[in-house]
């Protein structure tokens, strides 16, 4: 693998940067509520030095009925602020599962224009397993000025996501398990109908992951995305249950030089509601 500031960085580039002054790191954990794990108690029970712990369910558009929807600009600017991260900061996110919930965080800072953010391959699991240093302090921080430029195109409404099934215009990839997309395995959250959306390819992000919960390479990206029938060469637009690993997707186009991709925001949560969108099962 090979690091990069702006996708994806080792446990070991992080071991040589993790004093470097600008660097700010963030514990992106979070779980379904059946893994019957409390993500925020971990983190101050330890986490990696100086990082803080960005709530996913509570920075983000609390005025929606769904589920972590991307923050309103002025809340993300001024959460990141008390976090004590702005511009010209380079950002580290990483979650207690490998990964799983950090690229959530790391596509948020995109679209929020700031793209000196990468994931932890491996996150906090590989991190332990070789012996890193962990603390369970809470970080100094200090105000620091962020400047934010929304990226429209890098998500998606259920407007735009209807429109791009019906007229096949962009690759539509449901990061799910292969039961939940063909409507055979029960949905998490509750009154969600089974199935998937018509048109749409299912690339359940762990195939995207080695046993360690690192990412694959980039060769091995290429042929998961082709044994589902992804056309890398069309737009993508990613999806899942409710927006969170649907961004693992994201992360791994980016990783293939994949540009032009945007995350559907609502994902399933929202489709599987409304009876009046239509439903592909199979």
């Not at 596509?107 to 699991?125: E, I, N, S, Y």
């Not at 995305?225 to 899942?240: E, Q, S």
């Amino acid at each position: 693998m090979t690091d990069d500031p702006r996708t994806l960085v080792s446990t070991d580039w992080l071991a040589a940067h993790l004093r470097d002054p600008d660097l700010r790191i963030i514990d992106a954990s979070w779980y379904l509520p059946a893994a019957g794990r409390d993500a925020r108690a971990e983190y101050q029970a330890e986490h990696i030095p100086g990082a803080r712990f960005f709530d996913i369910d509570e920075i983000a558009d609390l005025r929606s009925a769904l589920p972590h929807m991307a923050p309103p600009v002025e809340k993300f600017i001024s959460r990141m602020r008390a976090m004590g991260i702005g511009d010209g900061h380079q950002v580290v996110v990483y979650d207690g599962a490998g990964i799983l919930s950090a690229p959530r965080v790391w596509w948020t800072f995109r679209l929020m224009g700031k793209t000196d953010v990468a994931v932890l391959d491996g996150g906090l699991p590989k991190w332990k397993a070789e012996g890193h240093p962990l603390e369970d302090l809470p970080p100094i921080t200090r105000d620091r000025h962020m400047t934010v430029q929304r990226q429209a195109g890098l998500v998606k409404d259920v407007t735009q996501v209807a429109h791009a099934s019906k007229l096949g215009e962009a690759e539509i990839i449901d990061a799910r398990s292969e039961g939940r997309f063909k409507g055979v395995e029960p949905e998490p959250r509750p009154g969600l109908r089974g199935g998937h959306i018509p048109g749409s390819k299912n690339v359940p992000f762990q195939t995207l992951l080695n046993g360690d919960g690192t990412m694959k390479a980039p060769d091995a990206l290429r042929a998961a995305f082709d044994a589902a029938g992804v056309d890398l060469a069309k737009p993508a637009i990613t999806t899942c249950g409710s927006g969170v690993t649907a961004a693992v997707l994201s992360l791994a186009l980016e990783i293939l030089g994949h540009r032009n991709h945007a995350l559907y925001d609502g994902s399933w949560a929202e489709w599987g509601m409304y009876d009046d969108l239509k439903v592909a099962k199979g």
